[in-house]
């Protein structure tokens, strides 16, 4: 009864290890800036900027991703809402166009898009 009981609790704590991981996951964006730089071909001084802009962007889903509940989801749309309106500061028109593809399609490839409805 006892190696039962231990079994049933070791696969409970390493299922929710591997569910905790997962999530992890999702919310560890890594952007590759000269990919960006080459598809929205930034200005000189746009660089640097847009490099900080994301590094907040990456600190921000982090600290959503170990949240739990609501307070979860007000850090995503947090995170999200606020890298988009330091970047619409940072880019021309045509850039932020080109950006808000990115965006979404790395919230849906991410699992995100459930907090967007």
Do not use: P, T
């Amino acid at each position: 009864m006892k190696r039962l009981f231990l079994a049933v609790a070791a696969m409970m704590v390493w299922g929710a290890a591997d569910v905790q991981a997962s999530n992890a996951e999702n919310f560890n964006f890594q952007f590759n800036l000269h990919a960006m730089n080459h598809y929205l071909k930034f200005h000189d001084d746009q660089f640097n900027q847009v490099e900080d802009i994301q590094e907040y962007f990456k600190e921000c889903m982090l600290r959503a991703g170990s949240s739990k509940g609501q307070l979860r989801e007000k850090r995503i749309k947090y995170a999200v809402y606020s890298n988009l309106k330091l970047m619409k500061q940072v880019l021309d028109n045509e850039q932020y166009r080109k950006y808000l593809r990115i965006v979404n399609v790395s919230i849906r490839n991410n699992g995100l898009k459930l907090y967007f409805n």
